[in-house]
């Protein structure tokens, strides 16, 4: 019991340095001006007013915001938490915060829960601000939409954050960790669809073999769940669109496309905590 206390109080204690941290940091203010802006920007050329297979007003704005944060979000979440944990050992802070009564868990989970805090509330502010302005100027909001969106960016942030975190507790230094998150999301992005279709026809594979391979891809089952809510029938997924619907129906498909990302994260994280406690991290 003392011993779960004690973790607890480190965690707040780790977390709430963090955040005051990242609140200092200029990063922080321009990435949430970024999306900010960003939703301004929208209403301002009148991309409420367009329309794309039946999605109008919010409805239409709420896909632009998604496929927007489908780039910047990943590669924010990788580059800057990445350094979070190595760059505290280079720097000795590590050395310095864990003498005092602090976990490794709670310095850990600490870190952990200040990052996706600090970057999913700029996220969700300006998906829900867009909302309120929207109910405001007489628009329908679709309240449905915006809580599975919500739901989905939470997933994904959580994801990339426990493969950062991973990342950070088993790297030497900060550049080796930026490097590896650059590559893995260059990676990533690089098998999307059209490096899966070009291997389907190089290889000669069974289309559901790929497909299934491809849905390893935190971004693909991301950028697959935001078409399965904008575009029911898949029909800018082509072919590919059949297997899919014909394997899952849509509605287990958006939750498979919240949960894995939320396990695939907590268990890199769950990695990263392991191997920052049990080896040798000053």
């Known amino acids: 019991m003392q011993r779960n206390i004690f973790t607890h109080s480190s965690l707040v204690q780790i977390m709430n340095a963090d955040i005051r941290q990242n609140l200092r940091s200029k990063w922080f203010w321009t990435y949430s001006i970024l999306f900010g802006g960003f939703v301004a920007v929208m209403f301002s050329t009148g991309i409420t007013e367009s329309q794309i297979i039946g999605f109008v007003g919010l409805s239409r704005l709420m896909v ?6 489908m780039v910047i979000l990943p590669i924010y979440v990788l580059i800057t938490t990445v350094r979070s944990v190595v760059g505290d050992r280079e720097s000795n802070v590590m050395e310095y915060m864990l003498s005092l009564p602090v976990s490794f868990s709670g ?4 870190k952990f829960s200040a990052k996706f805090l600090v970057t999913y509330i700029p996220v969700f502010i300006a998906l829900l601000g867009a909302a ?8 329908d909001v679709p309240w449905d939409l915006f809580m599975l969106y919500s739901a989905l960016l939470a997933a994904m ?3 990339f954050l426990g493969i950062s975190m991973f990342i950070s507790a088993v790297s030497h230094s900060q550049d080796l960790a930026i490097s590896t998150a650059f590559i893995l ?13 070009g291997l389907l026809l190089k290889l000669r594979l069974d289309a559901g073999t790929v497909i299934g391979f491809g849905m390893i891809n935190p971004l693909q089952v991301f950028r697959t769940a935001v ?13 590919a669109s059949y297997f899919i619907l014909d394997t899952v129906s849509r509605g287990w498909f958006i939750v498979f496309a919240i949960a894995y990302p939320i396990a695939l994260g907590g268990l890199f994280g769950w990695f990263g905590s392991y191997f920052f406690k049990t080896r040798d991290i000053i």
């Open 107 to 110: 310095y850990f989970w600490g």
């Open 157 to 159: 942030i959580f994801c």
């Open 227 to 239: 078409l399965v809510l904008f575009d029911p029938e898949l029909t800018v997924m082509g072919a």
């Open 132 to 139: 309120v302005w929207g109910s405001f100027t007489k628009l």
């Open 64 to 69: 632009t915001f998604m496929q927007v944060s």
């Open 185 to 197: 999301w260059l990676l990533l992005v690089a098998f999307l669809d059209l490096i899966l279709m």
